[in-house]
């Protein structure tokens, strides 16, 4: 049974940071996508960055040069380093588990991904 476990989020002043991190495990396969998606209060969960198993990193455009996805597949781990966050960063950041495109990209959307944490609260106060 694949497990998806978030941790890191926590209540932070603009301009503050923080690490997200996602311990994965129950499955074989040793390629496949991560992710990181964030839904807040009455919004559609959206994607924030993906990394498919080469490392290649792909950001949502109101992060970029902010946030920085990475994964450490020896420990089957995803992780996101937020730095210069801004109120509308707050929401429960997701952690998600999907196939590669066959380009060898990652897909974008939700309903892509196969297996989902719990969450982790993210609330940054102006």
């Known amino acids: 049974q694949v497990r998806l476990a978030e941790s890191g989020g926590d209540s932070v002043q603009t301009g503050g940071s923080l690490r997200l991190s996602c311990d994965a495990s129950?499955?074989?396969?040793?390629?496949?996508?991560m992710a990181w998606f964030r839904q807040a209060p009455g919004k559609e969960r959206e994607p924030v960055a993906v990394?498919?198993?080469?490392?290649?990193?792909n950001y949502q455009l109101s992060v970029r040069g902010r946030f920085t996805i990475s994964r450490d597949n020896a420990k089957n781990a995803l992780y996101l380093q937020m730095n210069e966050l801004k109120p509308a960063d707050s929401a429960t950041y997701f952690c998600?588990?999907?196939?590669?495109?066959?380009?060898?990209?990652?897909?974008?959307?939700?309903?892509?991904?196969?297996?989902w944490g719990q969450g982790t609260q993210v609330t940054v106060s102006s």
């Open positions: 998600a588990r999907g196939p590669l495109r066959g380009s060898g990209l990652c897909f974008w959307t939700p309903s892509s991904y196969t297996d």
């Open positions: 129950g499955f074989t396969e040793r390629t496949y996508c």
């Open positions: 990394i498919n198993s080469a490392g290649t990193p």
